[in-house]
């Protein structure tokens, strides 16, 4: 990909990675991803922001290969798919600063081994002169280091936020518009990577409000000509609205488990309550976080494997307990051969999640009349609780 031009003296750079399948060693990514780089040129001076994972730093030099000269580097976050290839820019221009927070500034001393005294760190707040052109630098903190920033080009009504408002797409679309797709990908995005933040987003947010803008041009996915758009869904997301709607991990062994999320999911939507079941060994886990941004109650199903919850869904009691979504409150269903502790070893896994305990609903061997009337029961006790819900 060549650079692409956003105005007349702005341009998109960096790499779309089609390929890429997982992040991070954990987070799947079904559409792939991109990292975005942008060159901003003033009357004077000339800037890249970020740059790229290090695995695709080749195109992002060639893209740089017509730049004579280059002053600035903003780094608006230490992670490697953002910075990784800073220290190959920076050996390409010798005379570049690198500009960043003061947290970040030994993040990227430890993290790529970049020379300290090339550094420049700013404050919140602080501007960077381009000559016609200025870049100011707004701390927003925790999405998702601590040492993340935004730029704001307000020549040209640029907001440059990096990871905030970021989706995990691959496409030659360099706008994202209103759609559908892009809109799913950004919830994918905050679910998996910002929910866990979603009280020092919200602040953020509200940080912003006065900055004059019209393009929001992240550093993962297509560039926001329409911000208002990921703004209001943003919003939403970190609010304190929750929906009627219950999600249920589950694994089941020889079907008892199965049975009993089956019987539960009718009885909550025979009394009005949306639900989603997620099958363990075949759920895309970004899928689960999705659901769990706005879900008001999780109900975990699982069978006992020596006396405990199957690995699968420890895990996914392990992944909820970190992602800390806005449920209000759980339940846990499951079977068991002849003994189990699955009930007080989940419990021990979910102590970020403020949550009220619903119960529990366990059988022995196969679920029965008295194991399917306990079910109608919790059915009754969820759907009254989110009655309840603003």
Excluded at 165 to 185: N, P
């Amino acid at each position: 990909m060549k650079a692409r031009p956003i105005r007349e003296r702005v341009h998109w750079m960096g790499a779309v990675d089609w390929n890429r399948r997982l992040f991070d060693s954990l987070i799947p990514l079904p559409d792939g991803t991109s990292y975005n780089a942008y060159l901003v040129r003033g009357s004077q001076k000339t800037a890249l922001l970020d740059t790229v994972d290090p695995t695709l730093q080749d195109e992002l030099l060639a893209q740089l290969a017509d730049v004579p000269s280059l002053d600035y580097v903003i780094a608006h976050h230490a992670e490697q798919d953002h910075a990784g290839a800073i220290p190959a820019v920076l050996a390409k221009y010798p005379a570049a600063r690198l500009v960043c927070t003061p947290k970040a500034q030994g993040l990227l001393v430890d993290h790529l081994g970049v020379d300290a005294d090339r550094i420049q760190t700013v404050a919140d707040g602080d501007t960077l002169s381009l000559g016609d052109r200025t870049l100011r630098f707004l701390h927003t903190p925790w999405v998702h280091w601590p040492e993340t920033m935004v730029t704001h080009l307000p020549e040209e009504r640029i907001l440059f936020t990096c990871d905030f408002f970021g989706s995990h797409v691959a496409t030659t679309d360099l706008y994202a518009g209103t759609g559908e797709r892009i809109c799913e990908a950004a919830k994918r995005y905050y679910a998996e990577i910002m929910m866990p933040f979603r009280g020092v987003i919200r602040k953020n947010l509200a940080k912003l409000e006065g900055v004059a803008f019209d393009v929001i041009a992240p550093s993962h996915g297509p560039i926001y000509d329409q911000p208002e758009c990921i703004l209001n869904a943003y919003r939403d997301w970190v609010s304190e609205r929750i929906a009627n709607q219950v999600v249920i991990p589950y694994i089941s062994m020889h079907g008892s488990t199965a049975r009993m999320v089956d019987h539960l999911l009718g009885a909550l939507v025979e009394r009005g309550v949306g639900a989603q079941k997620f099958e363990l060994s075949v759920t895309d886990l970004g899928k689960l976080a999705i659901a769990l941004v706005d879900a008001a109650t999780i109900v975990i199903g699982t069978p006992t494997v020596h006396l405990g919850p199957h690995p699968l869904v420890y895990s996914a009691a392990h992944l909820a307990n970190a992602l800390r979504p806005k449920l209000k409150y759980a339940a846990i269903i499951g079977s068991y051969g002849w003994n189990t502790k699955s009930v007080e070893q989940l419990s021990g896994l979910i102590p970020d999640l403020k949550v009220e305990v619903l119960g529990a609903v366990l059988c022995k061997g196969l679920p029965r009349s008295e194991t399917l009337a306990a079910l109608d029961a919790l059915a009754d006790t969820i759907a009254a609780r989110h009655s309840q819900l603003a």
